[in-house]
């Protein structure tokens, strides 16, 4: 968990003076609370976080919930604030801190440890000069987050990328894709590897052709 908003361990950085949902975040929080009943506006505090969040990258290039874009979405679901803040400091999905350009990451769970996420960890050391997870590089492009299982184990290990997930990677898919995004470029996601889906890699061997009955 993040802790609350004014802890010792989000101190270091400056919290902006204010916050106000653009034009943009607004329309996308009326569609939300709009998928729900009179008086149950508070259901939509999730993906209003996620809505904030997203403007604070576009804002200032940095993905993360300042304590006054909390307060706006208390204000706007007319909740307490620090129920929002509850909310945002038990998800890891919320940075309730300053964060990179990319925000990598890396699962570490049995499924992706099993299959190298301790070399995919250390490539991403290597690279970007990070020592400990939480940490951002010093030339501001990345940080690194250990994050429990993302739900894709079939092709381990997982690094995600903001939103993004990348699989099946190893030191040198690593190397291409931290290069690639410091390019500025977005390789394509899913499996590095050219599986597709769950597929044994060079393809599926069963079920390769359809065979069905054409109607008459």
């Not at 976080?49 to 200032?60: F, H």
């Not at 038990?90 to 190298?116: A, D, E, S």
């Not at 894709?152 to 190397?175: G, H, R, S």
């Not at 769950?198 to 069905?212: D, I, R, V």
């Amino acid at each position: 968990m993040a802790g609350s908003p004014d802890s010792p361990g989000n101190a270091g950085f400056e919290q902006p003076a204010s916050f106000a949902l653009d034009a943009e975040s607004e329309a996308e929080i009326a569609k939300l609370v709009a998928k729900y009943p009179p008086g149950r506006q508070a259901s939509a505090v999730i993906p209003s976080l996620y809505v904030v969040q997203r403007q604070m990258q576009r804002q200032t290039g940095s993905a993360w919930v300042p304590v006054k874009a909390m307060d706006a979405v208390a204000h706007r679901l007319g909740m307490a604030p620090i129920r929002v803040y509850e909310v945002a400091t038990f998800y890891f999905m919320f940075n309730t801190r300053p964060i990179g350009k990319y925000h990598l990451q890396v699962c570490t769970t049995t499924p992706c440890w099993l299959r190298g996420s301790d070399e995919v960890t250390r490539t991403c050391r290597e690279l970007t000069g990070i020592k400990g997870w939480g940490e951002t590089s010093e030339d501001g492009m990345f940080t690194m987050t250990e994050v429990e299982c993302l739900g894709a184990c079939v092709n381990a290990p997982i690094l995600q990328v903001d939103d993004d997930f990348y699989e099946d990677m190893d030191a040198e898919k690593v190397t291409a894709l931290i290069a690639a995004l410091r390019r500025g470029e977005r390789p394509k996601v899913g499996s590095m590897a050219g599986r597709q889906g769950s597929a044994p890699e060079g393809g599926p061997t069963t079920l390769t052709t359809l065979s069905f009955a054409p109607e008459a």
